[in-house]
C-alpha cells in the first residue's frame, strides 16, 4: 500500500478525533489522493466522492460513530465514510468480487447501518430509528445525509412531512452539489439554488423597517407586521421557508470544502432542542479537474490514467444493449414525432441524453421519482395519441408496482418498459440486481414482457411493440452484444424460436442466456445428445404452441435465465407443464437462486451461481446421469426421463 501517513494511521473514526485543522485538511488530500488512485485501477463511483471528503471527515470530528448513527441516502458517495471505518487496507477491493461493496453495507461494518442503494430513503429510515431511540431512552444522534436529488423524490417529501418540531438530536445533513446522476429537475430543486441571507433581501428589511418606524404614534406597530412582510420577500429568496414549514431549522449554505466552516456548523448545532437541516453547498468531482468539468460521466467512472485523466481505452468495440435502444428509440423518433419517452433521472445511462439534446419536448426527465413517472406515462399515453416508452431500470420499477399495476396496466394503455439492466448488476450489487421484474410484470393482465437476445432482436421489438396495443416490458442487461444491421423484422406477439434443432432435451435460454444455452448444446454431443435449443423471446405470453410441440416429442427441457428461478421464466414453464398435464416431462431449472447476490465480476458472479456453460453441463450430467459417449447414443428419451 503506498504511503498515506495519516489516513493509514486511521483504524477507526476515534483515531482521527485529535488531529487539528492542519493535520484533517492534509488527510483530506491524502483521502482524495487514495480515491483517484485506487479507482482509476477498479472504476466506481468516483465525482460524487471527491466531493463528500471535508463533509465526512467533518461529520467523524464532531460526532461518534457507531453510537452515532450516520445514514447515507443512496450511499454510492460512502468511500470515504468507508476508508475513516477500518476499511481503508480493503479498500482496493472495492465493487469487487469478494470484495468492500460500492455502498452501505451493515454486514462490512458497524458504522454502516443500511443497505443503501435507491434514493430518497435516508429521511424515513432515520426518523423511525430516531423514534427507535426515543421509545427506548437512547442518547446517539441521528444524522441522515441527503443530497438535492433526494428531494425530487416523493418518499422524502413524505418523511418530512412527519418530522415532529420536538424531535432532538436529528440532524439532517443536506449535501447539495446541483446534481445527481443526471441534471436535476423539478420546481423543488430550484429553491436550492436561491441565495440564502440575500444582501438584497436584507437592505429590503432595514430600510422597511427604518421607513415605517418614522410613522407617528404607530410606527413601532408597523415595524412589527413590517418584519412578517419582509420575511414574506425574503422566502422568495432562501430555501429556509422550505424546511422550517416541514419543522427543520435552516443553517446554511455552508461551503462544503472549508473543514473549519463544516467542524465549526455540525459543532454549532450538537445542543439544539429541535430538529436541524445544514446545507452544505459542494462541488462534484473537488480536487480532480476532469470530474469537476464532466460531473456526469465521472459519476461511475471507468478505469482511467491519473496524469491526464482520460479513461482507458475499452478492448471491445461492441454495442451494449443499452446504447442500442437509445440510438435506435431515437431513430424511431426521428421518422414519428408521435414518439415520447420518459425517464426517471437515469438519461445518461439509459443513452437517452441524444434524444433530450434533440427533441427536449419529447424525451421528459422527472427526477429521482419513479412512481410518478410510470403514472405519468399513464397519462402521457391516455387517448392513445401518443407512443409512450418508459425507460427505467429493473430495480428501480420495483419502486413503481402499484403505479405499474393501477395507472397503466388496469387503464389498458399502450405503454411500453424499456427495462434496462435486467439482470445481475456486476459491480453494483444487490441493490442494483434486476432480477425480480419478471415476477411482478407476469401478475398483470394483458402485460407483454419480451427479452431480446442480440441488438437486432431489441430493435425488431420496439418497432414492433406498439402494434399490440397494450402495456409492453422488453428487458435487457448492460451489456454487450451484437447487431448485424440486417433488416428490421416485424415480431409476432407471443413467437417464440427454435435456434438449433435436436431431440431429447430442449434447452430453453432467456435473452443473452440463450447463447450459454448452444454453448451446453455443444457440450452435451460429447454424452451422445443432440439437444434443441429455444430462444422464447417472450416470457409473456409464452409461445404455448411452440413449448406443447416441442413436448410432444422431448422428455427432458432446461430453462436458463439471468433472473430469481423461483418466480421466472422456469416458474412459468414449470406452470404450463402441469396445468396441461405434461407430468411425465422432467423440468429442470436454472436461473439465480433465493439469495442476495453480492458486488463483482458478472462472469465470477455468474459461476459462483452456477449459471455457466461448465456448472451447467456438470450439473445435468449427475442430474442425469449423463455417461461420455463411447460412440453409440447412450440415452434414449426414456432414459432422459
Not at 452501505?104 to 424515513?124: C, I, N, Q, R, V
Not at 401518443?386 to 393501477?406: E, M
Request: proline residues 4%.
Amino acid at each position: 500500500m503506498k504511503e498515506y501517513p495519516l489516513l493509514n494511521a486511521i483504524a477507526q473514526p476515534e483515531d482521527l478525533k485529535q488531529l487539528s485543522l492542519t493535520e484533517l485538511e492534509n488527510l483530506r488530500d491524502e483521502i482524495r489522493e487514495r480515491i483517484i488512485s485506487v479507482l482509476s485501477t477498479t472504476g466506481g463511483h468516483l465525482a460524487s466522492n471527491l466531493g463528500i471528503i471535508e463533509l465526512t471527515i467533518g461529520l467523524h470530528k464532531v460526532f461518534n460513530s457507531p453510537h452515532d448513527k450516520i445514514i447515507f441516502d443512496v450511499s454510492h458517495q460512502s468511500y470515504v465514510h468507508k476508508l475513516l471505518t477500518g476499511r481503508n487496507s480493503r479498500f482496493t477491493t472495492i465493487r469487487q468480487t469478494n470484495g468492500l461493496s460500492g455502498f452501505s453495507h451493515p454486514k462490512e461494518s458497524e458504522h454502516d447501518h443500511f443497505y443503501a442503494g435507491h434514493a430518497g430513503t435516508a429521511l424515513s429510515l432515520a426518523l423511525g430509528v430516531a423514534k427507535r431511540r426515543d421509545l427506548l431512552h437512547g442518547d446517539e444522534y441521528v444524522l441522515p445525509i441527503i443530497g438535492d436529488a433526494t428531494l425530487t423524490c416523493g418518499l422524502s417529501l413524505e418523511a418530512l412531512n412527519n418530522i415532529s418540531r420536538d424531535l432532538k438530536k436529528f440532524i439532517v445533513i443536506l449535501n447539495d452539489n446541483e446534481m445527481s446522476i443526471s441534471k436535476n429537475v423539478g420546481a423543488i430543486t430550484q429553491i436550492l439554488s436561491r441565495m440564502v441571507n440575500s444582501p438584497t433581501t436584507n437592505w429590503l428589511s432595514q430600510e422597511l423597517d427604518a421607513l415605517v418606524k418614522r410613522v407617528p404614534g404607530y410606527g413601532t406597530k408597523l415595524s412589527h407586521q413590517g418584519q412578517k412582510i419582509t420575511e414574506s420577500i425574503k422566502n422568495l429568496f432562501s430555501p429556509a421557508a422550505f424546511f422550517e414549514h416541514f419543522g427543520l431549522s435552516y443553517i446554511g449554505p455552508i461551503d462544503g470544502h472549508d473543514l473549519k466552516q463544516v467542524i465549526d456548523a455540525l459543532e454549532g448545532v450538537k445542543n439544539s432542542s429541535w430538529p436541524v437541516i445544514l446545507h452544505f453547498l459542494t462541488r462534484k468531482g473537488q480536487g480532480m479537474q476532469e470530474a469537476i468539468k464532466n460531473p456526469v460521466t465521472w459519476h461511475g467512472a471507468k478505469p482511467f490514467c491519473v496524469n491526464t485523466q482520460k479513461f482507458l481505452p475499452t478492448a471491445s468495440n461492441k454495442p451494449t444493449f443499452p446504447k442500442i435502444f437509445g440510438r435506435h428509440i431515437l431513430e424511431m423518433a426521428d421518422r414519428d414525432e408521435t414518439i415520447v419517452t420518459v425517464t426517471p433521472a437515469m438519461s445518461c445511462g439509459s443513452c437517452l441524453d441524444p434524444f433530450v439534446q434533440k427533441y427536449p419536448e419529447r424525451c421528459l426527465d422527472v427526477g429521482i421519482a419513479e412512481s410518478h413517472s410510470v403514472t405519468f406515462c399513464g397519462g402521457l399515453a391516455h387517448g392513445g395519441s401518443l407512443k409512450v416508452v418508459s425507460s427505467v431500470y429493473s430495480t428501480f420499477l420495483q419502486r413503481a408496482f402499484d403505479n405499474l399495476f393501477h395507472d397503466v396496466c388496469l387503464q389498458e394503455l399502450r405503454v411500453v418498459f424499456a427495462i434496462d439492466r435486467a439482470g445481475i448488476a456486476g459491480g453494483d450489487g444487490q441493490t442494483h440486481n434486476g432480477i425480480y421484474d419478471i415476477s411482478f410484470l407476469n401478475a398483470m393482465p394483458n402485460m407483454v414482457i419480451a427479452q431480446p437476445r442480440d441488438g437486432d432482436l431489441l430493435k425488431d421489438l420496439l418497432e414492433s411493440a406498439f402494434a399490440w396495443n397494450r402495456p409492453v416490458a422488453i428487458r435487457y442487461p448492460n451489456i454487450e452484444t451484437i447487431e448485424t444491421g440486417r433488416p428490421i423484422e416485424t415480431r409476432i406477439l407471443g413467437r417464440g424460436e427454435i435456434l438449433s434443432s435436436g431431440k431429447g432435451i430442449v434447452l430453453i435460454g432467456l435473452g443473452a442466456m440463450v447463447y450459454t444455452a448452444l454453448a451446453v448444446k455443444e457440450e452435451l454431443k460429447e454424452y451422445g445428445i443432440d439437444a434443441t435449443v429455444v430462444d422464447p423471446v417472450f416470457v409473456k405470453p409464452l409461445d404455448t404452441d411452440l413449448l406443447t410441440d416441442l413436448l410432444l416429442t422431448h422428455s427432458t427441457i432446461v430453462t436458463i435465465e439471468e433472473h430469481s428461478v423461483m418466480t421466472g421464466l422456469g416458474s412459468i414453464v414449470n406452470h404450463h407443464l402441469l396445468t396441461n398435464g405434461f407430468s411425465n416431462v422432467q423440468s429442470i431449472n436454472y436461473g439465480v437462486p433465493e439469495t442476495f447476490i453480492e458486488q463483482g465480476k458478472l462472469s465470477d458472479l455468474l459461476d459462483s451461481i452456477g449459471l455457466t456453460k461448465d456448472k451447467i453441463v456438470a450439473n445435468l450430467v449427475q442430474r442425469l446421469n449423463l455417461k461420455q459417449d463411447s460412440g453409440q447414443k447412450n440415452m434414449t428419451q426414456t432414459e432422459a426421463r
